[in-house]
């Protein structure tokens, strides 16, 4: 028996185990999908809107735009009475109450007002009425235009309406980016582009721990006795269990990894950078994984303190909510389990454009975690099948 079938005959165990691929696969994807949604939207403001009473064309069109608008939440009520009740309880920053007769002041060259109601004491409300203002601008922008040209050649406004609109879709638009200079951000990005890379780093260090019961069950059940029993050394064993486990966490990190690009559009960074650190990564999850095999005495150990254990260090290191929010003492507390110089590379690539270069510091730590823990773990289950007979 060499170390590749050690391999195989461990990685068809684990996945012919249903309870296994679940939490491989799918709590993982599923709890994404819970913190991804809840975190996304803060870069919104949360806007109701109340359309005009059999409103025309041009009220629908600004009903419209505003629904569309990036920098808007919208959510539609059937009088301003319900949106200014969701106002003051504090479930939307604003209000915005397109008026009646809209079109008919628009064709008769009537000036015309959008109401935008705030809470007085609400800062996001006056950053509504900002994101609110420019749609506004843009559309009346459009209404100018067709009112010019009818003053100035004729032509029904609906028709010079539509030349407008048609005039700004072929023209190109002029965008505006700003950017701090020298500027760094200490989050990851909102929505899944959050939940995604921290939940890579929890769930490939969980399932890991919890793999290391695998390895207690098979040295119970006298399989590696067996095998000892046979010309097969017990550096075999450690490093074809040690390979499968490596090939297991680097599986289950490029399921999310894919999952998160292709499903939720989560940009990665610099490829190499990333690449290097999912692999270093499932280094440390392996060693994590094995050591435990080698340590617990029951399935049932693993099962009850390692993923408690999992969760605690990924709780410490950041990945429940960013380090760059707690004391200083509970930053530098973090940074004595690997999780946070994980989270602190994603940062890097996902917020600031980094490239290996810009991670090197972080990987190179998590390589000595990797170093430390698959060298203890081999060490202890070696010492373990040839003084106890894999018991």
């Known amino acids: 028996m060499t170390a590749l079938a050690v391999t195989a005959a461990t990685l068809a165990r684990v996945l012919r185990d249903r309870t296994a691929l679940f939490f491989m696969v799918l709590l993982p994807v599923a709890i994404i999908v819970v913190i991804g949604v809840t975190v996304s939207g803060f870069d919104q403001f949360r806007v109701g809107l109340v359309p005009a009473a059999q409103a025309g064309p041009v009220a629908r069109e600004l009903t419209s735009d505003l629904e569309k608008a990036p920098g808007l939440r919208a959510r539609t009520y059937d009088t301003a009475d319900d949106a200014s009740i969701a106002l003051r309880r504090a479930e939307l920053d604003a209000v915005i109450v397109v008026p009646k007769g809209l079109d008919s002041d ?3 060259g009537r000036s015309v007002s959008v109401h935008v109601l705030v809470e007085p004491s609400g800062s996001a409300g006056h ?3 900002s994101s609110v203002s420019a749609v506004v601008a843009e559309h009346a922008a459009r209404l100018q235009a067709a009112r010019f040209a009818s003053d100035a050649a004729g032509g029904s406004f609906d028709e010079n309406l539509a030349l407008a609109r048609g005039a700004e879709q072929a023209a190109s638009p002029i965008v505006v980016r700003s950017e701090t200079v020298n500027g760094q951000s200490d989050f990851l990005p909102l929505g899944y582009s959050y939940s995604t890379p921290t939940m890579l780093v929890l769930f490939v260090f969980i399932n890991a721990l919890a793999g290391g019961a695998a390895i207690v069950q098979t040295r119970r ?3 590696y006795a067996r095998a000892l029993a046979a010309p097969v050394g017990a550096r075999t064993l450690v490093f074809g269990e040690t390979m499968a486990y490596l090939l297991l966490a680097v599986l289950q990190s490029l399921l999310i990894v894919g999952i998160g690009a292709l499903v939720f559009d989560v940009q990665w960074g610099d490829p190499l ?3 290097m650190l999912v692999t270093v990564w499932a280094l440390v999850g392996t060693g994590a994984g094995v050591l435990a095999g080698a340590l617990f005495r029951t399935p049932e150990q ?3 303190i390692g993923p408690a254990l999992g969760i605690g260090m990924g709780m410490l290191g950041g990945c429940m909510w960013p380090l760059a929010v707690v004391p200083d003492w509970l930053r530098s507390a973090g940074h004595a389990v690997p999780h946070a110089w994980a989270v602190d590379a994603w940062t890097t690539l996902l917020s600031r454009d980094g490239d290996l270069a810009a ?10 975690f990797a170093t430390a823990l698959l060298t203890l773990a081999s060490l202890s ?3 373990r099948l040839t003084t106890g007979a894999g018991a």
Not at 359 to 368: H, T, Y
């Open 106 to 108: 628009i064709r008769a």
């Open 127 to 129: 950053g509504a009425v």
């Open 221 to 223: 059940t006298g399989v």
């Open 273 to 275: 950078a990333a690449g």
């Open 302 to 304: 693993v099962h009850a």
């Open 359 to 368: 991670i090197l510091r972080d990987v190179g730590i998590l390589a000595a």
């Open 381 to 383: 289950l070696r010492h």
